[in-house]
């Protein structure tokens, strides 16, 4: 059974620091990108961040780029993603998913999502 199991999710005052986890199982982890998603109320889902299996290389929303750190483990089929200056703005669901996007930052193409984790970031 294919799993991405997301945690690290809470609650933060602005200008603080969360770590999220995406833990993946019942697929080859190590072929596959991972993106972390984001989805506010009211609004359509965005690409927050992606790492890629083939040479780790990174890329990020121009909103979060120089807060959010994406990072993975392969040995423990996890990705990271450090969130620091959390503003009231990151407040969202966060997602991971895994798949073999051409563009990463688009939803559709990703294969595999997890069930989210709600950050929250009081101002």
């Known amino acids: 059974e294919v799993k991405l199991v997301e945690s690290g999710g809470g609650l933060v005052q602005a200008g603080g620091s969360l770590r999220l986890s995406c833990t993946a199982s019942g697929f080859a982890f190590d072929g596959y990108a991972i993106g972390w998603f984001r989805q506010a109320p009211g609004k359509k889902r965005e690409g927050v961040s992606s790492?890629?299996?083939?040479?780790?290389?990174?890329s990020y929303a121009n909103a979060v780029k120089g807060r959010f750190t994406i990072s993975r483990d392969h040995a423990k089929n996890t990705v990271y993603l450090q969130m620091t200056g959390l503003r009231h703005e990151d407040t969202a669901v966060y997602y991971c998913a895994a798949g073999h996007p051409s563009i990463w930052a688009i939803p559709d193409l990703y294969d595999y999502w997890g069930q989210g984790t709600q950050v929250t970031v009081s101002s």
């Open positions: 790492i890629r299996p083939s040479d780790g290389s990174t």
